[in-house]
Structures are given as C-alpha cells and as structure tokens.
C-alpha cells in the first residue's frame, strides 16, 4: 500500500491546513491497514486453521518421517542381512 502522496513538491512551503489534511489522510491509512492486520491475524490463528493443522496436515508429515524411518530401518537390515 502507498502512501498518501503530497499535493506540492518538496521545495514549496505547506500551510496548516494542508499538514491537517494529510495528516488526516495517513490516520485514515493506518487504520486501514491497522484493520487488514486484524483481519489477518484473526483467520491465520482461528480454530478453523488449527483444527485443519491438526487433522490435516500434521498426519501428513508425520507419515512422511514415518515413511522414513521405516526406510532407514529396512536399508540397515538389508546391510546386516548381505554384509556391508
């Protein structure tokens, strides 16, 4: 997201009024994104996005070490069996 941009160049003065304005602009922005920041937060720690963790993917990689172990396992009985 931008920021608000200056009406004028950095060599021209700014009245009261302009700084007002574009001090009221920043706020307005930040509580934007103050607002998507919120919003993301809530969705990426909501019990929706837990419990698909834990059901979903945790399983996944934890047959997939499993997988693994289970195949170190056979390659070094398969090493005892033919004698490094």
């Known amino acids: 997201?931008?920021?608000?941009?200056?009406?004028?160049?950095?060599?021209?003065?700014?009245?009261?009024?302009?700084?007002?304005?574009?001090k009221a602009a920043l706020k307005l922005q930040l509580g934007q994104q103050r607002e998507k920041i919120n919003l993301s937060s809530k969705s990426l720690f909501?019990?929706?996005?837990?419990?698909?963790?834990?059901?979903?993917?945790l399983p996944s990689n934890l047959s997939?070490?499993?997988?693994i172990n289970m195949g170190m396992k056979l390659v070094k009985a398969i090493r005892r069996f033919f004698g490094k």
């Not at 997201?1 to 700084?19: A, G, Q």
């Not at 909501?46 to 979903?56: A, N």
């Not at 997939?64 to 997988?67: A, S, W």
């Open 64 to 67: 997939v070490t499993d997988g």
């Open 1 to 22: 997201m931008e920021l608000v941009p200056t009406k004028r160049n950095k060599n021209t003065k700014f009245s009261l009024e302009d700084l007002i304005e574009h």
């Open 46 to 57: 909501s019990i929706e996005t837990l419990t698909t963790y834990l059901f979903v993917t």
